[in-house]
């Protein structure tokens, strides 16, 4: 069943952004708070009716989960998408126990082009935020907006090639956006200090190459970093459109082992 919208009255004193909340069944010590942000190549303004899949895998591992609708307000333009994002992540720092508890870890998490958001709000956090954010959680973010990888020749075979040229497009419309590094985070230079992340793509994913390589670039940099390559048995592509599918128990159990190892 879906969940319903918040849709805050005065956003100066309540989260920023329409929001809702999955909560987490798993029993866990200070339940993890994550802001989790949907993918949709930067394309689609209207808020998601059903549950987001990714989100719920999320709530399976224990997690509270928010839901920010970064979209209808930001019309899902550079910089502005990131603002935006920024902002949500700022009222969890300064507000968490609203939510969950103050101790409660604080992550980011995020599907597609909601995974590139995600990576780019953890840089910002990085930046502005120094230890507040424990971790990020990537699954399949459209990163590279080049979309020349070996990989993403796959793309048409599941009809995706003109949505993401298009969202790039659209996002990037900003003459600087597409060498900012929060609007790309695969051509960011500098990336140690980034939070702990986990990493998730597929043996079929058309944005597997980018994701491989960004998490090789985050170890690189010495952040920790844990990968996980689906098969291409488990209908993980389905989540470009919002379907569920084999993956997400598997998925949850990988989220709820990284949870587990960020606490100790």
Known sequence: ?????????????????????????AEVRQQPLVLYLRGHA?????????????????????????????????????????????????????????FATARSPLLLAGDEAGGNLAASLALKARDYMRDELAGQVLLSPMIDPRMVTGSFNRADAIGMRTRWSDGWSHYLASACGYQHPYAAPCLCSRLAGVAPSLIVTSDDDPLRDETLDYAARLEAANVPVTTRILPDTCGWTGIYSGQDGEWRSQVSADISRFLKELST
């Open 1 to 25: 069943m879906a969940r319903q919208w918040q849709i805050p009255e005065d956003r100066e004193r309540s989260f920023p952004l329409p929001y809702r909340v999955y909560e987490g069944k």
């Open 42 to 98: 930067f394309l689609d303004q209207d808020r998601a009716v059903a549950d987001s899949p990714a989100a719920l895998a999320l709530a399976d591992a224990g997690a509270l989960v928010v839901e920010a609708d970064y979209s209808s307000d930001s019309g899902n333009v550079f910089p502005r998408t990131l603002e935006c994002g920024f902002g949500a992540l700022k009222y969890l720092v300064a507000k968490r126990k609203r």
